[in-house]
Structures are given as C-alpha cells and as structure tokens.
C-alpha cells in the first residue's frame, strides 16, 4: 500500500486516521527508513532542514513525509553536491510554491462561485422583464415624399 494514502487502523475499539502527516517514527526508526544515521537525523534537525514533531518528553516522532524529506535532503546533498544552506532555501523555496499554489487554486475557487452567483443573478433580471412590450422593429425606409407644413394659426 501507498504510505501516502490514508489507513484507518482500530486502536481500542476506536478508528485513527494515519495520514503522510501523522508522527509515528521514532527517530532510530526513521534513520532505518530513510538510510541515515541518527546524528544526521539530530544534525538535519538542528539546522531546520526537517523538523519532526515532538512528544510531551521532547522525544523528536517522525511522519511519512518526513522520511521522504530526508531522502530528499541525502539525494540532493549526496547526488547533486549542493550543500545544505543550499537545500535548506530549495525546501523553503518548494514550501513557498506549494502555499502559493493553494492560494491561486481558493482564489480560482472563489471567482468560479463568484461567476456562477452572478449568472444565477442575472437570470433572474431577465425573468423579470415585462413580457407585454413589442419588441421594436426598424421601419423599412422607403422613397416616398413627405412635405410638412406647420399649421398657421389664423386658419
């Protein structure tokens, strides 16, 4: 099974979801995972590359997407030779990204509803207009001469 999709496990009688965010790994646990040392792990920690949450002992708990981030961060470093300053702005950069492109997409949402109410509001101006008026014709022009002459008063 894909470990980003979500599992509904029974703990107690009860139904959790576990989802690529949910803290599960300890931190020996995630080193296994991921191919790293567990100083590493505390290092990448230190320097805000991947922080794990932690438990009410302070203990650091792993997530799914985590362990994918640590994968990232030793392909990157070890594959592509860039250093870690360098991949600490890359993940900041593809956090900014993804937030701007949640943005454009509740923003793109919004006009959608905003189109659809103005539809919506439209029609109903329409469906009010008086149906008893004649719809206006152009007169045909013709060659026909008309001569006015005003009327006078003394006759």
């Given at each position: 099974?894909?470990?980003r999709?979500?599992?509904?496990?029974?703990?107690?009688?009860?139904?959790y979801?576990l989802t690529?965010?949910?803290p599960?790994?300890?931190?020996?646990?995630?080193?296994q995972?991921?191919?790293?040392?567990?100083?590493?792990?505390?290092?990448?920690?230190?320097?805000?590359?991947?922080?794990?949450?932690?438990?009410?002992?302070?203990?650091?708990?792993?997530s799914?997407?985590?362990i994918?981030l640590?994968?990232t961060?030793?392909e990157?470093?070890q594959?592509?030779?860039?250093?870690?300053?360098?991949?600490?702005?890359i993940?900041?950069?593809?956090?900014?990204?993804?937030?701007?492109?949640?943005?454009?997409?509740?923003?793109?949402?919004?006009?959608?509803?905003?189109?659809?109410?103005?539809?919506q509001?439209?029609?109903?101006?329409?469906?009010?207009?008086?149906?008893?008026?004649?719809?206006?014709?152009?007169v045909q022009?013709?060659?026909?001469?008309?001569?006015?002459?005003?009327?006078?008063s003394?006759?």
């Amino acid at each position: 099974m894909d470990p980003r999709q979500r599992r509904q496990p029974q703990f107690g009688g009860r139904a959790y979801e576990l989802t690529d965010e949910t803290p599960v790994y300890v931190i020996s646990v995630a080193a296994q995972l991921s191919g790293l040392h567990p100083q590493t792990l505390r290092q990448y920690d230190r320097l805000g590359l991947v922080s794990p949450d932690r438990t009410a002992g302070r203990g650091r708990r792993y997530s799914a997407r985590d362990i994918e981030l640590l994968r990232t961060v030793q392909e990157l470093s070890q594959t592509e030779g860039i250093n870690l300053a360098g991949i600490k702005r890359i993940i900041e950069l593809e956090n900014q990204v993804a937030a701007l492109q949640a943005r454009v997409a509740e923003l793109s949402s919004a006009v959608e509803g905003a189109a659809v109410a103005m539809q919506q509001r439209e029609a109903q101006v329409h469906a009010s207009y008086r149906r008893d008026l004649v719809p206006y014709q152009d007169v045909q022009q013709t060659s026909a001469l008309v001569v006015w002459r005003p009327k006078r008063s003394s006759e």
